[in-house]
């Protein structure tokens, strides 16, 4: 979403702005083009040649540069971007955006531009707390600023509370829904992904091979349609997604949870390996090997998490779509599942273990609905979830 984007990106004088310069490298990776303003106060915590270096364009720091203004004049340089991010937005800067005031490159910047502004704020907690600084966030917002963070956590002075800087994951997220127009912006889906890990004892526990990889590539295709997603995954090898929000689970039970409290969303994708059964009784201590004897274990059925979330009376998601590991019958069994789980679609697949789907790089799945079992060819995993999640957006009424 961000390939081809321009980002003016305004530091502000705090110990946050070391932030910036990881922001930096993040926005470029996923293909936007970063022009860095630097304010004389963010000079004193991270330095322009170290901005420049990952920016890959000069930093622009003084408002009187005939040379600049000769090339570029600052009005122009606030209008070319598609997006102005000022990080961090120390109080002195929001207070100064509230008001009106452009007393230096970065606030005349702000006040000539035309482009959509956000802010990430950045300071002390009771400086965030201050009445004043809480009627200069009101007016911002009033005026159509948008605002990622503040979080809650230790300081650099010592002190805990809001006020740290939003971490720079979180604000390419929030920009990058900023700048979305796809499909599914303003759509809420929860995806599920990876296995579950159900303990024997303290360093012993029942899991299956999946990866996580194709749960990922679902959350990052629905996320580049726009989607809000929320990525609730056991302990999976793959990575984590970008841009979404993340649960780390271990357990069925503890995935059960975490998809109940996402409720309500508009679509759910439950595309993780839970496992069905754990051990009624895990032990607290580990099993010591005994000559002679084998331990006996007891098993326990896990809640049907598919199952609950598409038969909920209220609150059920418009659209709920499983998935079926299956190694015989591929197609009959899925559809059994289907109509025994009360879903709307099943993606299905085969993970007998000459197929190498299982933990691999590509897939080969069966989509199942009310209309019958479609094949779709085999192909990469990001390519299985670039269709899905444009099916999805066609049946939500989004495509």
């Not at 802010?119 to 159509?144: C, E, F, K, S, Y």
């Not at 559809?335 to 025994?340: A, D, M, V």
């Amino acid at each position: 979403m961000l390939t081809g984007k321009r980002i003016l990106l305004i530091i502000g004088g705090g110990i946050a702005a070391y932030k910036c310069l990881d922001l930096i490298r993040r926005l470029r990776e996923r293909g936007a083009a970063v022009t860095p303003v630097m304010t004389r106060a963010a000079e004193e915590f991270v330095t322009p040649l170290s901005v420049s270096a990952l920016a890959g364009e000069e930093v622009h720091r003084d408002l009187f540069d005939l040379t600049k203004e000769a090339e570029m004049g600052h009005i122009q340089l606030s209008r070319v971007a598609d997006l102005v991010v000022v990080a961090p937005a120390t109080a002195d800067l929001m207070g100064k955006m509230a008001n009106g005031l452009a007393s230096d490159l970065a606030t005349t910047l702000l006040m000539a531009t035309d482009t959509p502004v956000m802010i990430a704020p950045a300071m002390n907690v009771r400086m965030w707390d201050h009445p004043a600084t809480q009627r200069n966030l009101a007016q911002l917002v009033a005026d159509g600023v948008a605002v990622v963070g503040p979080n809650e956590g230790d300081m650099a002075c010592g002190e805990y509370g809001p006020g740290r800087m939003a971490e720079p994951m979180e604000i390419v997220a929030a920009l990058s829904d900023a700048l979305s127009d796809g499909p599914l912006k303003g759509r809420k889906i929860l995806v599920t992904s990876g296995p579950t890990h159900e303990p024997i004892d303290p360093v012993r526990y029942i899991a299956n091979r999946s990866s996580g990889s194709q749960g990922t590539a679902i959350a990052n295709a629905l996320r580049a349609l726009g989607a809000d997603v929320i990525f609730v995954t056991g302990p999976a090898e793959a990575a984590r997604p970008d841009g979404v929000k993340i649960v780390e689970v271990e357990t069925a039970r503890d995935m059960h949870d975490a998809v109940m409290d996402a409720l309500p969303v508009d679509a759910g994708v439950f595309a993780a390996a839970v496992a069905d059964w754990r051990v009624a009784s895990a032990s607290d201590s580990k099993i010591k090997k005994t000559k002679g004897g084998l331990p006996v274990l007891e098993f326990a059925e896990n809640p049907d998490i598919l199952a609950k979330v598409s038969q909920l009376a209220k609150g059920r998601p418009g659209l709920v779509v499983g998935f079926a590991a299956e190694t015989d019958d591929v197609v009959e069994n899925a559809t059994s599942k289907r109509q025994r789980k009360g879903c709307d679609w099943i993606v299905a697949n085969d993970v007998s273990p000459e197929t190498g789907i299982m933990g691999g790089s590509e897939n080969a799945v069966v989509l199942i609905s009310e209309d019958g079992a479609e094949s779709w060819p085999r192909m990469g995993k990001a390519e299985v979830a670039k269709a899905l999640a444009e099916r999805i957006a066609s049946a939500l009424g989004a495509g």
